[in-house]
Nanobody, 121 residues
Framework: QVHVVESGGGLVQAGGSLRLSCAAS??????MGWIRQAPEKEREFVAA????????SYADFVKGRFTISRDNADNTMYLEMNSLKPEDTAVYYC????????????????WGQGTQVTVSS
């Protein structure tokens, strides 16, 4: 059985930082990603990384501010978020893909429950 669990969300002031973590288990995956959903908006891709950590992809609106990484020793993925803006407020979902690294929300096979990130102005 596949398990995907996120942690690390919270409330932060604009300009601050947060680090999200995601642990996935239950089978072999090709890639992991972060997708977010703001209130009354559709889910949007944020960043992704291959299981081995050799390839990454970012949405334009987070380039230079967010960094995705993996720790292969404990099968955990991280999203370091710096220079946070109020518009980054959303539920952040960790998702995993069995076969490829995807920049679309439809490209993921298993999802976590999400963690809330709130950035105050």
């Amino acid at each position: 059985q596949v398990h995907v669990v996120e942690s690390g969300g919270g409330l932060v002031q604009a300009g601050g930082s947060l680090r999200l973590s995601c642990a996935a288990s239950g089978r072999t995956f090709y890639a992991m990603g972060w997708i977010r959903q703001a209130p009354e908006k559709e889910r949007e891709f944020v960043a992704a990384i291959t299981w081995r950590g050799t390839t990454t992809s970012y949405a334009d609106f987070v380039k230079g501010r967010f960094t995705i990484s993996r720790d292969n020793a404990d099968n955990t993925m991280y999203l370091e978020m710096n220079s946070l803006k109020p518009e980054d407020t959303a539920v952040y979902y960790c998702a995993v893909s069995k076969y490829n690294i995807s920049t679309t929300t439809r490209g993921y096979d298993y999802w976590g429950q999400g963690t809330q990130v709130t950035v105050s102005s």
